[in-house]
């Protein structure tokens, strides 16, 4: 299965095209399209509204949409129970205080969207082609960086938790076994690592977001970059551009939309100057087409432009 994100500034055109691609794909593949981006448009592009289960287009797409607040939601709901049954003996403390404004906390919502985007490529199997209409660049940028970033903050807990348990064990070979009292309270805390849950948690995170990391950063993963021909979409393009070759993520196409003859110089300019940046990543243009316009009987997603092409797709029967 292959995996498309569709980046950009926003406002440059990313859910238009990122539906465009997914219709022309599914002329002969199975295609998913996700929006992920908190303003929904991809209903929008189709003309349909999207229901909380998903919506099906045609016989080979289906379109879903993420409720971002929800995911925030669940997320925050899941990991304070976990956190409150791992370390239960901290409930004097009166931690729930300090849960019920986690969700003001920076950075829950960029987990929401990885915790969806994970579960997403491990559980949708049906499918040939996920396409993902993401948030604009910032948001975009911070969760896919999310996997390598947790990761690092992962290594270091796992070091610290094992100190903790060292100093544990060193401690019971002084005091010896413990006293019938102590092995009998509701609390029992680990001497070594075998036993212990906070570090079987580390390991099983730790193992999901290695196989995360290599989806992404994997030959089956691809990232689209949409800009317009401007200098602002210019300047924020560059930092997409720069943030996701850190991020080792392959940028696989740069799109130029809203192209016209009056900007078509501009364009080509821009779109070279990010080639050079991109190490090569093709480019495609997608010229204004007077029949988009509202009222026009052409539907947004049915562009002339075969974006297939670039994705390993591709056939006659294709727009």
């Known amino acids: 299965m292959k995996v498309l994100f569709f980046t950009g500034k926003g406002g440059v055109g990313k859910s238009t095209l990122a539906a465009a691609a997914a219709w022309q794909l599914s002329r002969q593949y199975r295609v998913l399209a996700v929006s992920l981006d908190p303003a929904h448009n991809l209903g929008d592009v189709f003309g349909v509204t999207v229901g909380n289960g998903g919506t099906r287009v045609s016989p080979r797409l289906h379109l879903r949409e ?38 003001y906390s920076p950075g829950i919502e960029e987990y929401a969207l990885l915790t969806s985007i994970e579960r997403t490529l491990r559980e949708e199997d049906g499918y040939d082609y996920l396409v993902f209409d993401t948030p604009p660049t910032g948001l975009t940028l911070r969760f896919l960086a999310l996997p390598q970033v947790t990761m690092t903050w992962i290594e270091r807990l796992t070091a610290i938790r094992r100190q903790i348990l060292d100093k544990r064990h060193t401690i019971q070979k002084i005091r010896g ?39 992404l950063q994997g030959e089956e993963c691809g990232v689209v970059t949409v800009f317009n021909p401007d200098l602002l979409s210019l300047r924020e393009s560059e930092r997409l551009i720069t943030g996701l070759r850190e991020l080792k ?56 432009e075969d974006l297939t092409v670039h994705f390993g797709g591709g056939g006659e029967d294709h727009v």
Do not use: M
């Open 66 to 103: 993420v409720d971002l607040r929800k995911l925030a939601r669940d997320y925050l709901e899941r990991e304070t129970k976990v956190l409150a049954e791992s370390y239960h003996y901290l409930r004097v403390l009166n931690l729930d205080n300090y849960f019920s404004i986690l969700k």
């Open 177 to 215: 076994g413990a006293k019938e009292w102590e092995a009998n309270r509701e609390i029992r805390l680990e001497y070594d690592e075998s036993g212990d849950d906070i570090l079987k948690r580390l390991r099983l995170l730790a193992d999901n977001y290695k196989v995360l990391i290599r989806r």
């Open 249 to 304: 993520l392959p940028l696989v196409l740069l799109i130029a939309n809203k192209v016209t003859a009056e900007n078509r110089a501009l364009a080509d300019r821009i779109a070279g100057e990010l080639q050079r940046l991109a190490s090569g990543a093709a480019v495609a243009s997608v010229a204004l087409n007077p029949a988009f316009t509202l009222g026009g009987d052409t539907p947004l997603y049915e562009i002339p």
